[in-house]
């Protein structure tokens, strides 16, 4: 079974940039997940899809968007870029049970200059 | 804010014993106790979950404190492949999938000594 694919691997932006980030959760999983890492304020929830409607939002201004296909694929948009939103950006998908864990990918290294 | 209490780091030598401690004492009854952890240059991954008693799998052990306001992962003979930060986070049982607002926290960063 393929794990959680994240594309680019690694992606650099300038100042007022916009960018959009790609997930492919793992076959049969509908909910998708993201969350940002910085060294100073570790991992942050951004926002978690489930069949295709936004379901949780974490405390991230609205430059930061995402969305999710028909095919639980999911997108995260992020725009104008600042320099503090350079970052490791993941993404995990989960089963429906309730004790579902929680699937990461390798994740989107964000270098913005 | 995170709900756990995890000390920054630790540090153990190969093939001895690791126990790693989280304070989780605003647990609520429906939350399961879940121990995630990440190697460099990698996502999370999960290592095991447990709600009130200690669970055992092929990669670590959980034990649960009788009034559940606190934990311990335990590594039984650690390798060098397990130095990694290790998260220990709550997860209501009612909530689907990952729904909820997970707050990792900054975790433990082990360093296993060869």
């Known amino acids: 079974k393929a794990g959680v694919t994240q594309t680019p691997r690694y992606l650099i932006k300038t100042r007022g940039q916009q960018v959009t980030l790609s997930c492919s959760p793992i076959?049969?999983?509908?909910?998708v997940s993201w969350y940002q890492q910085t060294p100073g304020q570790g991992l942050q929830f951004l926002f978690e899809?489930?069949?295709?409607?936004?379901?949780n939002k974490g405390n991230f201004p609205g430059r930061f968007s995402g969305r999710q296909f028909s095919n639980s694929r999911s997108e995260m948009n992020v725009s104008t870029l600042e320099l503090g939103d350079s970052a490791l950006y993941l993404c995990?998908?989960?089963?429906?049970?309730?004790?579902?864990?929680?699937?990461f990918g390798s994740g989107t290294q964000l270098s913005v200059l | 804010d995170a709900k756990t209490t995890q000390p920054n780091s630790m540090e153990s030598n190969e093939e001895e014993p690791v126990h790693l401690p989280c304070n989780h004492s605003?647990?609520?009854?429906?939350?399961?106790i879940h121990w995630y952890r990440q190697l460099p240059s990698q996502g999370p991954e999960y290592v095991i979950h447990?709600?009130?008693s200690n669970v055992n799998n092929r990669m670590a052990s959980l034990a649960i404190a009788e009034d559940r306001k606190s934990s311990t992962l335990i590594l039984h003979r650690a390798t060098l492949r397990d130095a990694a930060v290790y998260y220990c986070?709550?997860?209501?049982?009612?909530?689907?999938?990952?729904?909820?607002?997970?707050?990792f926290g900054k975790g433990t960063k082990l360093t296993v000594n060869p």
């Open positions: 995990a998908s989960s089963s429906d049970r309730e004790e579902g864990e929680l699937f």
């Open positions: 076959s049969g999983h509908r909910s």
């Open positions: 899809y489930f069949s295709e409607t936004q379901r």
């Open positions: 605003t647990i609520s009854g429906t939350d399961y």
């Open positions: 447990g709600l009130t």
């Open positions: 986070i709550l997860r209501d049982l009612y909530s689907q999938g990952g729904s909820e607002k997970l707050v």
